[in-house]
């Protein structure tokens, strides 16, 4: 049995094995991928030690760091399950393999939440995305729906009414990005605002072809023709692992003290899949190194 | 072991596309690279062949891979 396993492989877990590493921990990373939600953001200005750097960037720094150390790692395998046993844990991935340690820090992150709607699984990749900055550029000359009212709906919409026909913005609430962005959003004249509407269904056979929308105070619904729909509403926990072990709260997070400790002896979680508050890069490291060294005195007692 | 024949179809700033085209240098594997935001015909057949309208999509002669995962660029590369 191992000492410790780390799962997930963005800022949190990528710092927590780095930290494990120099104390000497057996330590076996395991994640789907390696870099996490920085991936998928443009520009950072507010970790420190760089005045600007692009999130894909500084994720490859963290990788190189992390390989600096003679440290196991399973990049590619998704872990699906998580169970106790006597003196610790199992952990099973998407393709049958397991694995045992003493102790585990879940680092799992975060991801696009999805609508919920008819025809939103089926279009996926077919017009339905969660990621303006990759697929936007496929639909220039569309017209297309942005879905969401938080900044990264009205960064969505920003870049869209430069690329796309027309653009239809739909809120379930009012606006609850920063006035700077609704400001801009408001000045593009191919933009259509739908606040506190609903949508009901997206619609098409091998693409999208359409969405259907309700007016949530009239109660009335329309139709929007559009060729890609940008889901932009927020992001929820990967703490599926951890459901019947620790405590989640009711955003679906995992409940852990300032020690990263889940309330589960030995079973220590960090950054954006923890009820910590503020979501950043350099938050979400900070919390690495701590669960690592929680972890360290952890197994130093047993 | 012949080489495969490998397409990325991408865009300029999507950050996957990137690590697709990273890993494959890493790998010291050849292939060609179409940016599918200006290059309409590339767009079209990226969509006609794969169904799909997401980048990063892969091209290893005939296999079709939609989005950076790893373990299956290696297992159709033969890495």
Redesign the interface.
Known sequence: MRELIIVGGGPAGMTAAVYAARKRIDTLLLSKDIGGQPNLTAGIENYMGYQYIEGFELMQKFEEQVRQFPLEQRIGQDVTALSRLDAGFEVRTDNGESYQAKAVIIATGKRPRPLNVPGEERLRGRGVTYCAICDGPLFAGEKVAVIGGGNSALEAADDMVKIAEHVYLVSLTPFTGDQILIDRAKDASNLTVFLEHEVVAIAGSSRVEGIAIRDLKSGEEKSLEVGGVFIEIGLIPNSELAKGLANLNRLGEIEVNCACESGVPGLFAAGDVTDVPEKQIVVAAGEGAKAALQAHKYLQRL | MSAKEVKVYS?????????VK?FLEDNAIAYQDFN??EDSAA?EEMISKS??????TIFIDDEII?G?????L?EKLGL
């Open positions: 865009t300029p700033e999507c950050p996957w596309c990137r690590r990273k599918v935001a767009r169904q799909q309208l997401a980048v990063p939609v950076f995962n790893e373990a299956l290696k």
